[in-house]
């Protein structure tokens, strides 16, 4: 009996964009960040976002991020 060949259900290269896309970041000088929030956190980032100190999460947090580094020097 023949065996039936499995047919990919959904997306099948999500998996090789991602490392490419890890691999672009790393070679760029960036990196992943995975960041749990607590619950002020987490209301900060919604009203920063809210008044458009960036139009999304990752922008936000780049922005700050990089607003405190300066405040530093």
Known sequence: MA??????????NSTKRAKAYLVRLGG????RLLVDL?????????????AGYGSTNKTVVSRAL????SALR
Do not use: N, Q, T, Y
């Open 3 to 12: 065996e039936k060949v499995k047919v990919p259900v959904g997306e099948v």
């Open 28 to 31: 760029s000088g960036g990196r």
């Open 38 to 50: 607590d619950p002020e956190a987490s209301e900060a980032l919604d009203r920063l976002v809210a």
């Open 66 to 69: 990089v607003a405190a580094a």
